[in-house]
């Protein structure tokens, strides 16, 4: 079905050469790199380091009494104070 197309008929309009037969074979030539997750990596940080934050707060014995910064911070902060791990509400 490509070969009924002139070359170019189907390329993207920033394509500089115009040599395609499809648009998609215009796209792969040139060679995007895409992330899916693009607008999303400082959520994906963000929260990679809040369960990391957990993960490190349950290794020396505290129980959070939730996965965000302000609970570990808040238990944290309690096991600093009384001297015992927190074991959450």
């Not at 490509?2 to 993207?12: L, N, T, V, W, Y």
């Not at 037969?21 to 400082?42: H, I, V, W, Y």
């Not at 957990?54 to 570990?72: F, H, L, V």
């Not at 902060?77 to 015992?84: F, L």
């Amino acid at each position: 079905m490509a070969g009924k197309f002139k070359k170019g008929a189907r390329c993207s309009s920033a394509c500089s050469t115009k040599e395609h037969r499809t648009f998609g074979e215009c796209m792969r030539a040139k060679d995007l790199q895409l992330n899916p997750n693009l607008s999303n990596t400082g959520a994906t940080k963000a929260w990679d380091g809040e369960l990391q934050a957990y993960r490190d707060a349950r290794s020396q014995g505290i129980q959070p009494s939730g996965t965000t910064m302000a609970k570990i911070r808040e238990a944290e902060e309690i096991s600093q104070r009384t001297g015992q791990a927190y074991k959450g509400a």
